[in-house]
Structure formats: C-alpha cells, structure tokens
C-alpha cells in the first residue's frame, strides 16, 4: 500500500471526458503497473459474495515510469507578484494576531524570507513570543523577539520596523482585549548586529516562510497556526506617534481579509494593489477582533470577519503532477471503475464513475454515488484518534492497513471528523490526495457498503447507471429527469442545496426514489466553486466530534448557514419519510413487518415473505440489517400524513443512543432495548404525479442484500420495490 499511491481530478466522466491520474511511488520503486477495471463487489468478508472486478484494455494499460511526489500541508497567502519589494531596505509591519499554538514551533506571520539560504526578513512568532528575524545568507539570521510569550487564542496587534540605515528593530505586542489576566503591551527597540539584510528570492507570505526556493517555485514551511488579521507593510520606518496606525503614507500593503470571503483571493487595498491568493484552503468567513455577537452572517458585516484561521495541516490538494491520463470510450459502460495501481510491495485503487452523457440515460435506473460522504470521511483518523470511540461503539475497534498507514503520515491530511492540530474543527475536505478509505478492501462503511448495491444489481440482472452527488449538484434535475428509478447508497449523509433541490424536484415531477440506507440527507454542505472534489460543512447541532465557535457557523463557499437540514426545515422526514434518529454500533437487528404491511397498497413489497418472518437477522456488519445508523417516521419533521409504516426494528442493543437533537433531556431509559423511539421503520408513500419513495432507515441494510448469494428475504423486498418501481403503472395516494 504505502509503495504507490494515486488520486484522480474528477470522480466521473463520460464518453469523450478525460480523467487525469496522479501517481507517486517510493523513491526506490522505478515502475509500476496500471490497469482499468470496473468494480462490481470490493469488499473481502469472508462470509460476503466476495471480491470481483473485471479489466479492460485500454491505451494506459501497462508499465509507468515511476517517481516520487511531495505533498505539502499547511495553508498560507502568498503575494500574486512580489517585485515591488524587490528594492525594500527600511521598513514597518504591523499585524493583528490570534495564535492557536503559539509554543508549538516558530511560525511565520509576515515574511519575505528563505529558511535554507537565512535570507530576508520575516516577523514570526519564536518560543511564544512576537519576533523579527532577518538575514542575508548562512549563518546571519538575526532574531529580535519581545520576550513575554503570547497567550493561545487572544488577539493582539504585532508592530515591527527596521531602520536599514542604523540597523534598529522596534517591536510592539499589545493584547486587544482589556483583561488582567493578559499581559501588558510591549514596546522593544533594540539595536541588531546585522547591518542590512538580503531580499530573499521568494515571495512576500502570511502564515509561512519559503523553506527553499528555486527557479520553479518554492517549498513553504513554518506556517502558523491561528486567525490573521488586517496585514500591512509600510516602505519606511515609523516614529513612535504613528507606529500603532501605520501611516497611509509610503503605503505598500494594506490586505483587507473582509472582501472575498467566498473566493481565494485576498485583496491589497493599497494603491500598489498588491493582490495575493490563499493556498491550502485557510478556513474563511471566521470572527475577527471587531466581532461582538451582534452579527452572524459574515455578508451582513464582513468587517466583524475580516479573519482567516489558518493551519500547518491544511490540505486543498496534493498538488502532484498527472502522470497519465483517460479518455472514456463507447466501451465503457456507465458503472464504478477504478485504475489498479501496482508495483513491488505496493498496491491502491483510484475509484472513479462513469456515467451516462447528460440527458441520455442507458437504463431506467440511476445509482446515486454518495460521494460528498465519501469526501466528508476521506482519511478520517477517527478509528486511532478518538478516544472514546470503542466506548460509544460498545465493541474493540477493527484496524484496517490504512488507519495504521494514516497514522505514519499527516501529510494525507484529514477528514470532516477530525480536529486541526490546534484543536479548531475541520470545516473543508477534499478528495484531490490518496483516500485510503475509498478503497476495495478496506472498511465496509460508505464506498464499500455502497458497492453492495452495485454488486446486488448486477447479481440481479438489472441495468443501470451510475452518476455522484457531484454530477448532481453540478447538473441538477436534468441529470436525474430521464430515469424511472433513482437508487441512494447506503449513506447519503451529506447533501448540497443544489442536491436537496433536484431530488425534491425529481419526486414533484414523478419521479421514484428508494432510499436504502440511514442517517440520509443529514448535513448541510457547499461544493467549493471551482472543483467539486472540495466540500465545506460547519456543524454546531446533531452527531458531531467537535462544536464550531460561535459566529462562525455560515460557509464561506455560498454564505448559507451550515448544520442539518432538518434545522433548516427540509429534513428528510419531507423528502423520504424518515430520518435520523439513533445510532449504534456493537451489533444489528433485524425487522417485523407491522399490520400496514398487509394492505393492498403495500402487499406488493412483501410477495413471498412470511407474516411473522424476521426480516434481515442476517448481515456481514453486525449480523443483521437495522442498525449502525437508523431513521424512523416522524410527523413533526415532516414525514407525509399517508406515509405508511411496512416494518419496525427490533433487536437493538442498549448501546443504540438516540442522536442529540432527539434529545431534549436525559433520561436513564434512552436505549435501543427500552426506548420505543430508537428504531429503523421501513416506509412507503405515494408521491405527485405516479410516483413513490421507498425506505429502510438503516445503513446495514445493503450489507445484508447478498447474504447466502441473494437469496434472502432482504433481497426479495428490495427487488419486489424495484420491480414495481420499474412499472409505469402510476402510483395512487389512498
């Protein structure tokens, strides 16, 4: 695994489309094998149909030349064009601060310096303290530093100058908020050894320093850990009646953070319109020092958010170059593909979909990949890093390869279910770097638990394409209009507005949706701008490992209010029936149908299954069909007054815990063995127009749809939906 490594610039494609791959191998590897195939079951489980994937032969086919590619963590801003400083000697700096990590390393906060040749000046925070460093080659780096350290997330304003002339650093270091706790201002003037420093060649960054340059770049490093505020840099020195202001006069920079919260441009307000770029998605759209409490939505006052958070372990992308590229032929029918990577001691699989052009369907159902939840979870560490997972789970933790990988590199950066180095919560992932966890083999959770489904499907003789919750956000109703039949996987948890909007609009128009998992359609999220592979979510409510600080709960994407949809008021409940209500993991149960069950208009569900029969006491996660993730009905919420109740669960466990917002106090009897809301309830309804919605409410039941080669009473529903989902007979509301 850790030999070769691949990612992919877009999740789907189709005919005439082109996917690039991005490849690096170890030092020590010289080439490697490629191969395209397409997916059918990735899951090994000893008890599952297990593992089938077929090749096909294309124009990649074959060996690579192999190389080794970085990948560089840690956000930053750096300067578009850096030339106007080229002749800089004199100068002043001034900045606001909120350092998260302020004792962890030296971290740069405004710098034109290059860490390996010691050339340039940078002001930094060195052992807790605001310092200056300059310098003009090996050997000459000067520090001047104020001395009393910094206290974790406070803010302060930072001054420095430096008279070139009489070789003098001045440093001031003053808290912003009046507390006596935080110590006072400091005002340091302190002579240097050094008599002028040397302009580095590397541009002008907020947040890091250049480690090295050459003529194609630079590598950063020492990037900061916290909120910046307000940079500016003045071409001269100060005297002491204006240090604080900084004179507009002789005014070089002035970035104002408040304008382009949405974008990853950053805004020179001085006339040389010395404008710079983020790099390594900084979080934006964060309280500054003005902010009060008094407003929430950065657009109504982007002055209250003229702050950015950045981190040492930010990752938009990894940056590689593509190694090769492939273009999607007629041959390839829509389905789930991968490139197989291979070379001596190592082997991955980089996932991708094709589907149908828009606008032609080749089938009368779609499968709808989830994957904005494939991307919310991508390298999550949770499985080593909580430590209290085992105790909510109820059960020892099952490693797989790529938790212990993940663990060995940081660079692979983080999921929506981690927290950044310095505690904040991680607000954006992306999928353009190595996911170990979008991998045949690896845990059935997510991918693996949605190529159930496809491997049922196929097992089962109907056709079908597939399309992601990218190409739906991005293409909406149109992409979903030409099929009779929309299939979800096994946890479609993280949904846009675009998406939400689409599937509403499928169902009005007829449409006929089975939903075949749980805990769907549960948070709110944005789709970067610019590329899809980038989701932002802010959760505050619900099922969540850490809270997001106050004010700081709308995107920054699209400027919408994060947290769930059912907060928003366009749960799940409304769109399929149920919702999230409880979670578990020890173990699964199973379902008994209820009296509805047998009225006409849901007989055909239940053809051929027994009254009293269990349904799903059967499964490869945790024996059974209900459970991991469950919903039920609920009318507050939503759920359609004709919405019809087929089945209950039961056999839950006492570790099932009903999600915090079902919450409103605690209670001893909250558990799945004695608490009657803790449930999955499998549901019907009729919808506009002919159409209908079918659901499980339970993430395990496409884990259970292959059990003994898919002859069980699992199976037997879901094709008996599907069956009549296929037929054009109209669905009528009782």
Same mark, same amino acid.
């Given at each position: ?6 990612? @992919? ?31 059918? @079951? ?82 930094? *925070? ?16 000067? *520090? ?9 997330? =406070? ?97 070089? &920079? ?129 499985? *080593? ?6 105790? =909510? ?123 075949? &998992? ?18 932002? @979510? ?38 399929? &029936? ?9 173990? @699964? ?38 459970? *991991? ?106």
């Amino acid at each position: 695994m850790s030999a070769v490594l691949g990612y @992919c610039d877009k999740m789907s494609a189709s005919t005439g489309e082109t996917i690039r791959f991005m490849v690096s191998c170890k030092e020590s590897v010289t080439d490697y094998e490629v191969k395209i195939v397409r997916l059918i @079951c990735t899951d090994d489980h000893p008890d599952g149909p297990g593992r089938r994937e077929f090749s096909l032969d294309t124009p990649v086919t074959g060996r690579h030349h192999a190389r080794y590619q970085p990948i560089s963590m840690g956000s930053y801003i750096e300067l578009e064009d850096s030339s106007a400083l080229d002749t800089l000697e004199s100068f002043s700096l001034q900045i606001l601060i909120w350092p998260t990590t302020p004792g962890h390393q030296r971290q740069g906060l405004i710098t034109r310096w290059c860490e390996s040749q010691q050339l340039g000046f940078a002001l930094i *925070i060195d052992s807790s303290c605001a310092a200056l460093m300059l310098g003009r080659g090996p050997g000459t780096a000067t *520090i001047v530093s104020t001395g009393i350290p910094l206290i974790a997330r =406070e803010w302060y304003r930072v001054t420095a100058s430096y008279n070139a002339k009489t070789g003098t650093v001045r440093l001031q270091q003053t808290p912003l908020r009046k507390n006596p706790v935080l110590d006072q201002a400091v005002d340091l003037s302190q002579s240097t050894t050094l008599a002028a420093y040397q302009i580095a060649n590397s541009p002008l960054l907020f947040a890091a320093w250049a480690n090295e340059t050459t003529d194609s770049g630079f590598m950063p490093g020492g990037h900061y850990n916290g909120k910046l505020e307000a940079p500016r840099l003045i071409g001269r020195v100060l005297d002491e009646s204006n240090m604080l202001s900084l004179s507009a006069d002789d005014t070089l &920079g002035a970035w104002n953070f408040s304008f382009g919260i949405d974008s990853d441009t950053v805004t020179d307000c001085s006339p040389n319109r010395l404008h710079a770029r983020t790099r390594n998605l900084p979080t934006r759209a964060v309280t500054g020092h003005h902010w009060n409490g008094e407003d929430f939505r950065w657009q109504d006052r982007p002055e209250h958010y003229a702050a950015i958070h950045f981190h040492d372990d930010d990752l938009a992308d990894a940056g590689w170059d593509p190694d090769f590229s492939l273009t999607v032929t007629d041959d390839f029918a829509s389905g789930v593909y991968a490139v197989r990577l291979q070379c001596d001691g190592g082997l991955d699989y980089v996932p991708f979909a094709v589907r149908p052009t828009l606008g032609r369907a080749n089938a009368p159902i779609a499968f709808l990949l989830s994957s904005a939840t494939y991307t919310a979870y991508a390298n999550t560490r949770m499985a *080593i890093s909580d430590p209290l997972d085992e105790i =909510e789970r109820g059960a020892l933790y099952e490693l797989f390869e790529a938790d212990l990988y993940l663990q060995e590199h940081p660079e692979l950066g983080l999921s929506l279910y981690d927290s950044h180095f310095d505690g904040s919560p991680v607000v954006c992932s992306s999928r353009l770097r190595p996911v170990l966890n979008i991998r045949p083999g690896t845990r059935l959770w997510n991918f693996n638990a949605d190529m159930m489904i496809v491997d049922w499907l196929t097992t089962k003789g109907f056709a079908f394409d597939v399309i992601t919750d990218e190409d739906l956000d991005r293409d909406g109703l149109a992409l979903l209009a030409p099929y009779q039949t929309v299939l979800t996987g096994s946890h479609p948890e993280y949904v846009s507005s675009a998406m939400m909007d689409a599937l509403e609009g499928y169902l009005d128009s007829g449409g006929r949706l089975m939903y075949l &998992g749980g805990n769907g359609f549960y948070w709110k999220i944005s789709f970067h701008s610019s590329d899809r592979g980038i989701i932002e @979510c802010r959760k505050s409510e619900g099922v969540r490992n850490y809270e997001q600080l106050p004010g700081e709960r709308h995107h920054a994407f699209d400027g919408n209010p994060g947290g769930l949809w059912r907060n928003a008021g366009r749960g799940p409940n409304r769109l399929v &029936g149920i919702g999230t209500t409880a979670f578990g993991f020890d173990s @699964c149960g199973y379902y008994r149908r209820t009296q509805a069950s047998f009225e006409s208009r849901t007989a055909f569900i239940f053809e051929g299954i027994g009254k009293h029969e269990l349904i799903g006491n059967f499964g490869l996660v945790g024996n059974g069909a209900a459970g *991991i993730e469950i919903d039920r009905v609920n009318r507050y919420l939503g759920s359609p007054a004709h919405v019809c109740i087929v089945a209950h669960s039961g056999g839950l466990s006492r570790c099932y815990l009903p999600a915090p917002e079902e919450m409103q106090y605690l209670h001893p009897a909250m558990s799945g063995d004695e608490n009657p809301q803790v449930r999955a309830d499998m549901v019907f309804f009729e919808g506009p127009k002919g159409g209908a919605v079918f659901s499980t409410g339970s993430i395990a039941w496409a884990t259970s749809l292959c059990h003994a080669g898919a002859m069980n009473n699992v199976s037997r529903i879901t094709e008996n939906v599907l069956n009549r989902f296929l037929d054009k007979a109209p669905f009528v509301k009782p």
